[in-house]
Structure formats: structure tokens, C-alpha cells
């Protein structure tokens, strides 16, 4: 059987409804139903995971992120930006923005190059969409 899981016993919070006693299955990472106990029928040998008394929702996306973990964007590295995202999971992000403040065109550079590096080899947690620039691009005026 291919990796096929189900969250079980948990209230699925959905854009369209919230489902007591709610069932997610998933394989490889691929939401493939979602339903009631009454509704979803799980098949044999899946892995379950209880979420009795627990919300399941959608995982968040963070436009805004400057730093997590003890690590900054600026830091302009493979391992701050891994080390972020890994602290921003933690709390159900799924993928975020690094943003990099006004500096020098160097460190904004280096961690622009931080941040496409960690969208190539990904961070093993929350995905990079890619980087959201702050400055230097705010108006003097």
C-alpha cells in the first residue's frame, strides 16, 4: 500500500463547513478525501493518526517573515532560512515569505540567494514561495 494516512476523531475546520468526528486522508502528502466517520470509509492497514479533542485546519501562509528560531533572513544563509522555517512549522505555517529589510544591495543580495537557494533544496518543513522584499523601496516622501 502507498503512503496513505488519515487523521481521525478530530474537528476538520474546511473553507465550507466545520465536521465533528472529521477524517482527512492523505497519501504522499496529498489530501485525497475528507468527510465524517460516516461518510469516509478508511481502508485496511492505512495508518491513523488521532486528533480526538484537536482542530485540523488548513496549514497557514506567512507574506510577512523576517526571522524565527534565533535566526534572521538577513543572516543570508542555506541554514537561517531552513532554521526559520522549521520554527514558524512548529506553530502550523506550511509556507511562508523570508523578508529582507532595507540594508545594503550585498546583504540583500546575499539573502535573496539564501532564499532561492532553500526554494531549490527545500527546508525538510514549511515551503519558500519565494521572498518578499521590503525595502529599499519605501518612499522617502
Known amino acids: 500500500m502507498a503512503n496513505i494516512k488519515a487523521i481521525v476523531e478530530g474537528t476538520i ?12 486522508i492523505f497519501e504522499n502528502n496529498k489530501i485525497i478525501a475528507v468527510g465524517t466517520k460516516k461518510e469516509i470509509s478508511l481502508p485496511a492497514g492505512i495508518k491513523l493518526i488521532n486528533a ?8 497557514f501562509i506567512d507574506l510577512h ?13 542555506y541554514e537561517a532560512i531552513q532554521k526559520i522555517a522549521a520554527a514558524h512549522a512548529r506553530f502550523g505555517t506550511t509556507a511562508l515569505l523570508p523578508t529582507a529589510i ?40
Open 13 to 24: 475546520v474546511t473553507p465550507f463547513q466545520i465536521l465533528k468526528d472529521g477524517v482527512v
Open 65 to 77: 517573515v523576517h526571522g524565527g528560531g534565533g535566526y534572521d533572513t538577513m543572516d543570508g544563509s
Open 102 to 141: 532595507t540594508d545594503s544591495s550585498e546583504r540583500i543580495i546575499q539573502s535573496i540567494e539564501a532564499v532561492n537557494e532553500a526554494i531549490q533544496r527545500g527546508t525538510g518543513t514549511c515551503q519558500i514561495l519565494g521572498v518578499h522584499l521590503e525595502g529599499p523601496f519605501i518612499n522617502p516622501g
Open 52 to 59: 480526538s479533542d484537536k482542530f485540523v485546519v488548513p496549514g
